[in-house]
Structures are given as C-alpha cells and as structure tokens.
C-alpha cells in the first residue's frame, strides 16, 4: 500500500498557509529567495464542481522577482466522499498530475502554466488492471449489485493533492449552462484538430513506460455495465422527459456492447484532450487556452469533437444541420493539418458512436454524481441538448468500408 509523502499538503482552503505557498513556488523555480507574506482566495467562477475546488489566490510577495507571479490557482480534490471515490476510480486527479507533469510543455496549443503539483504516491498502473482484471471476472448478477450500489461500495483514498498552476488574466468563457458563439465553436475545433494531428498515431500512445496510461474509457466495461444495469429502470423513470426511447435505444444497444464498444474507442490513435465542454475553454486576446485536464487520455479524436458538440448545440429543429456544419468543420480542420488516414465516413461513424458513448455515461450521472450546475443539473442540460443528436441507425464497432 503506497504511504503519504512526510509534507505537509493543505487540502481545503483553510489549511492553505503562506508558508506552504512560498516553500511550493520556491521548488518549482518560480521565485528564488522572494516569500509570500499574505494572500487572499477565492472561487472563481468555475468554483466547486463534482471533481474538486478550485481556488484563485492573489498573493503578496516581500519581494517581486522577475516572473513572480501576483495570482495563482490551486486545486483540491472534491470534499464530497462519494464524489471523489468514482472521480478517483476513474483516474481524474491522476489523469490531470501526468497531463501537466510530462505533457503539458509540448502541447500544441496554450495551457496554464504548472508552477507546483504534489500528491500522495498511488498504486502502480499494474496493481490497477489486477484489480480491473478481477472486476471483469465477476458474474453478471454481481456486476449489477455492485453497479447498483456504487456509492455505498467505492471508498476514496486517503491521497492528497494539490495542484498550483498560472492564472489566466482577463479571460471569458462559457459555462454549460449558456451557449458558447459559433466562432468559439470553431476556434475550439480547429485546436482540436491541431492537438489531434500533432499527437496522430505518435510512439507515446503505445509505450506501456512512457506513454499515456489513460484510456478515454477508463472503467472497466463489467463494472460500468453494472452501473448502467443497476439505475437504469429508476434513472429513467425519474426522468423520462430526459431520456426518451430514441436514446434509451441507444443506451442499451451500448450497453449490450460494452465490451467490443470500449476497446472500439481506447484505440489509442491520438492523444485526446478530455472533457471538451466550454466550460474549459478560455478565449483571450492572444487566443484559446485549454484548462482541466482530468479527461486527459488517449483514443478516437471522434470523443473529443462529440464531447464538445453533443454538450453545446441549441435543441431545436435546426440542431442536427448546425451539428453536421461543425463537425465538418473539425475534420476538415484536421485533414488540413495532415492526417489523411482517416476517412470521413469513419470519422461520422465514431463520432454516433461518441454519442452513444455520452447518452450511456449521462445516465451513471444521474444515478451516481450528486452536483448541481447553476439553476439546473448537468444532467438535464446535457441530455436535453444531447436528445436532437441521437442517430437513427445503429453505427459500427470497427472499420468502415470506403467506397
């Protein structure tokens, strides 16, 4: 069993101290021999979600050196014990330390600035698909008690973290609950694709040392299965003006595949960017900055692109056309970029599958997460704009035949 660092790791706003800020900032090179003598926090307007607190904290220093910074932001993981033991089951806060610790000064587009990332060692990558292994070995009738009792059953650890990275001054975003313009649409696509090319099929995605441990489905498919199969009667009859038979159709048709459909989107053909809403998008003068990396994986690219689309689109009877228009958009985005090994009928049959993917997952929220997002659930939100998108037709879990 791993063992906490012998360091002191504030974890709620109240323990963070200037004594901690200083030794913190001084590790990571940021300042030399300056100390913060006060500082202030507060949330800003991403504040507290499902996932953690995040904090920005105005510091004074005695001394500003040259690049001292006068704000930073802090994270901590979330204070709701049922919360963090499903985000730490899917690996998020870890997700989030590798993505800035070994990825985040090579990413093709802006991201803040890492000034200090510490945490609590975990179990190696081995120990977890031992346990992954053992959850895939149960019978179905226990994947489904287990599903169904999730919050009851998964603990979280005891692992600290923090997290101190750059502050982006005067920025604008826009949350889920609001709809983002057209041309933030656009611009978030086009850096899709940028990241998406540049990682394309690159030697990291399949080194088992040094690459990304992270699947952009990191559950195991029985265990996932046994969320779904276990709150999918109650999830439904609660919501039914949610989830309409068009999408529970879909649902189940994954949730019948689960196992082929989860291998089918881990091909680790790109690194992805995770979590694509707008919420973590940052438009300033000097162009987009992504932020929250606790998706952080590899996969499709599809995942990303539908992520974004299937969360931000107007419901209505234009939807579907205004969905198509942008989802051209990236992928001729990244065809200009240089990828031409991915054909665009592959492209549209990922992304329905993405969608399936986002139906499927909407429901373990309803049944698992317990967060509000501003006057109306997360849930609602997304399933309402999600509803105008759902296909027709079943898509495939492999190769599409080009013509």
């Known amino acids: 069993m791993a063992r906490k660092l012998k360091k002191f790791i504030p974890q709620t706003e109240e323990e963070i101290t200037t004594e901690w800020l200083t030794e913190s900032l001084r ?28 904090l920005r904290v105005d510091l004074e220093w005695d001394n ?59 179990s190696d990558i081995e120990s977890r698909r031992k346990v992954n292994k053992k959850l895939e070995s149960l019978p179905n009738g226990a994947s489904k008690f287990l599903g169904g009792h999730a919050r009851k059953f998964i603990r979280p650890s005891r692992r600290r973290y923090a997290l101190i990275t750059e502050y982006i001054e005067d920025a604008r975003t826009t949350t889920t609950e609001n709809l983002a ?34 699947p952009t489905v990191t559950h195991t498919p029985k265990l996932m299965n046994g969320l779904y199969r276990g709150s999918r009667e109650r999830v439904i009859e609660e919501n039914p003006e949610l989830f309409n038979p068009d999408m529970v159709r879909l649902t189940d048709w994954f949730a019948d595949n689960v196992v082929d459909a989860v291998s089918f989107l881990n091909e680790s053909l790109t690194l992805l960017r995770g979590d694509t809403r707008t919420d973590n998008m940052l438009f300033t003068t000097d162009g987009l900055v992504m932020v929250d990396f606790g998706s952080f994986s590899s996969g499709r690219p599809a995942c990303d692109v539908a992520n974004l689309l299937s969360s931000c689109i107007e419901p209505g009877p234009n939807a579907l056309d205004i969905y198509q228009q942008l989802s051209d958009v990236y992928y001729e985005s990244l065809v200009s970029s240089g990828i031409n090994d991915y054909s665009k009928a592959q492209y549209e049959n990922d992304m329905q599958v993405c969608l399936a993917l986002h139906a499927y997952l909407l429901i373990l929220a309803a049944a698992h997460y317990e967060a509000d997002y501003g006057e109306s659930s997360l849930v609602k939100i997304w399933s309402e704009r999600l509803a105008g998108l759902i296909p027709l037709t079943i898509p495939l879990l492999g190769q599409v035949a080009t013509v």
Do not use: M, Q
């Not at 014990?81 to 990413?107: H, P, Q, T």
């Open 181 to 214: 313009p057209e041309k933030d649409l656009v611009e978030i696509l086009n850096s899709l694709a940028i990241v998406h090319a540049y990682w394309w099929k690159h030697p990291l995605l399949d080194d088992d040392e040094e690459g990304i441990a992270w």
């Open 64 to 122: 500003l050196e040259e690049g001292t910074p006068k704000t930073v932001l802090v994270k901590f993981p979330s204070t709701d014990s049922k919360n963090r033991a499903l985000i730490e089951r899917d690996g998020a806060y870890d997700r989030e330390f590798d993505f800035y610790e070994r990825f985040s000064d090579r990413f093709p587009v802006r991201v803040p600035k890492l000034f200090h990332s510490v945490r609590d060692p975990s």
């Open 27 to 54: 590790e990571s090179g940021i300042v030399n021999e300056s100390s913060v003598i006060s500082f202030s926090s507060k949330e800003p307007e991403s504040g507290e979600g499902f996932s953690g607190l995040t």
